[in-house]
Antibody
Framework: QVQLVESGGGVVQPGGSLRLSCAAS????????MYWVRQAPGKGLEWMTV????????YYADSVKGRFTISRDNSTNTLYLQMNSLRVEDTAVYFC??????????????????????????WGQGTTVTVS | QSALTQPASVSGSPGQSITISCTGV?????????VSWYQQHPDKAPKLIIY???KRPSGISDRFSASKSGNTASLTISGLQAEDEADYYC??????????FGGGTKLTVV
């Protein structure tokens, strides 16, 4: 069945690093844009980053830009999130998710091309990161 | 990247209908028909219930519907059931390959 399974969470000191993994199965991974979304304890969902299906376009929320890096290995159907310079406020459950569309439309503006993103239809169970 | 605005809580009785609003700005909700809605039960992963502003994924009850007008999107749940009690989040494409979530709305079925 279609499934995403995150791993790699744990306890890390402020300033430390951690790499999360998200193993995908049951669908054509290399045709899907992928996301990382987090949820701090008792708080709402926060979009962090998205990576296009081909790995060529990656975008970040301001809160993690320059510290976190999203990547994918389409040969092993795995999504990654490298988290550096971790802060106490990065403590959260981290979810990976898949975009609902496999053929996103593309547009270009001011010399930069983007994909549209439509919604997140498959989610992992989440992995907990505690920075303390 | 300011969050979309949702009411903190709404409530309704079984069988009734409720509507949750999600207010953004022209650069996100107002400019794209790319609003999605998620249901999240405690300690569970979110579940997609609406995408592209008004489309339901396969398997989602037609009791869930959504619309958009200007900078505000709305989710309506009709025929409220006890299992609808959950947190609901809207999310919008915000241009330049970025997305933004709403703060979430806690639905209580009383």
């Amino acid at each position: 069945q279609v499934q995403l399974v995150e791993s790699g969470g744990g306890v890390v000191q402020p300033g430390g690093s951690l790499r999360l993994s998200c193993a995908a199965s049951g669908f054509t991974f290399n045709k899907s844009a992928m996301y990382w979304v987090r949820q701090a304890p008792g708080k709402g969902l926060e979009w962090m980053t998205v990576l296009s299906y081909d790995g060529n376009n990656q975008y970040y929320a301001d809160s993690v830009k320059g510290r976190f890096t999203i990547s994918r290995d389409n040969s092993t159907n795995t999504l990654y999130l490298q988290m550096n310079s971790l802060r106490v406020e990065d403590t959260a459950v981290y979810f990976c998710a898949r975009d609902v569309r496999q053929s996103p439309a593309r547009y270009c503006s001011q010399g930069v091309c983007h994909y549209y993103y439509y919604g997140m239809d498959v989610w992992g169970q989440g992995t907990t990161v505690t920075v303390s | 990247q300011s969050a979309l605005t949702q009411p903190a809580s709404v409530s309704g009785s079984p069988g009734q209908s409720i509507t949750i609003s999600c207010t953004g700005v022209k650069s996100n909700v107002g400019n794209y028909n790319l609003v999605s809605w998620y249901q999240q039960h405690p300690d569970k992963a979110p579940k997609l219930i609406i995408y592209e502003s008004n489309k339901r994924p396969s398997g989602i009850s037609d009791r869930f519907s959504a619309s958009k007008s200007g900078n505000t999107a709305s989710l309506t749940i009709s025929g409220l059931q006890a299992e609808d009690e959950a947190d609901y989040y809207c999310c919008s494409y915000a241009g330049s390959s970025t997305l933004v979530f709403g703060g979430g709305t806690k639905l209580t079925v009383v």
